[in-house]
């Protein structure tokens, strides 16, 4: 799906407010990320990030059309990496009944969602880490995560705690970007210098393994793309700081890039007067095994074990 980013033009049929951006990250192929930047980014783009989050949206759409059939019974639903909640009051609707907590690691959005919502909400805030989750062990039934994993480093350690929470049966349900997104940038980057730029995410096989890894069963994931493109480097730029998504690398270069090298990127990215920044919109769901034990296998019944009779 093109989409056109130019100050609120248009292309096709499809118009984009003058405030959109790319709510996304932009880091490095060769690095880690630094957690408090991404913290620190997140909070001083959480005043605008409600303006800032067009590619959020299109993917939290996409996420929520996936799990519109599937059967869940569910009175805890986890929004991890909710940012300021805007999927809250769609999850609200869609778990009928449940209780929604929004987790995310900046404090400031989490404070944007709490101002925003109404009396009577059954949505609650908590500050924490994907990678250490303040709830009981199969306590949750439902973990939504929209564009969470391009921001952690350690995905493994992030989905055996999802299994530690997720109830029997729990479902998880997330998108992320795959390893196409942003090729354009990290090629331009590359033109203009070799430092840590535009990080490449991870393959969905390399995910769906991941998953499996962590205690987590039947994982299903597919892939769709959005291209967004701009007509300056000015809109393309004030697009990334609104929305928090700077350079969070480890082995960044501290200090301006410089006219020159910047120049150089530009150039390349807008070669033909305008760029086109693609993404890969990686979007699965799995369900959860119950506890494990404290050898790390899952227990099973044998009672439901099928015999075969000769």
Known sequence: ?????????KHGNVLLPAASTLAMIVTDDHSTLCSA???RRFDHAARDFDAADFVHRFARDGLFARILPMSVDAGLVVDLGAATG?????LTKRFRGARVVAVDLSRKMLGKLQRKRGWFSKISAVQGDARALPFADASVDVIFANLLLPWIDEPGVAFAEIARVLRKDGLFAFSTLGPDSLLGLREAWRAADSGAHVRRFADMHDVGDALVQAGLRDPVLDVDQLSVTYRSSDALFRDITAAGARNSLLQRAHGLAGRRRFGVMTDALFGAGEAALQFELVYGHCWGCGPRSATGGVP?????????RR
């Open 37 to 39: 930047d991404v913290r």
């Open 86 to 90: 805007s999927a809250g009051a769609r």
């Open 1 to 9: 799906m093109p989409i056109l980013r130019d100050n609120g033009g």
């Open 300 to 308: 099973i019944d044998a009672r439901n074990i099928p015999l075969r």
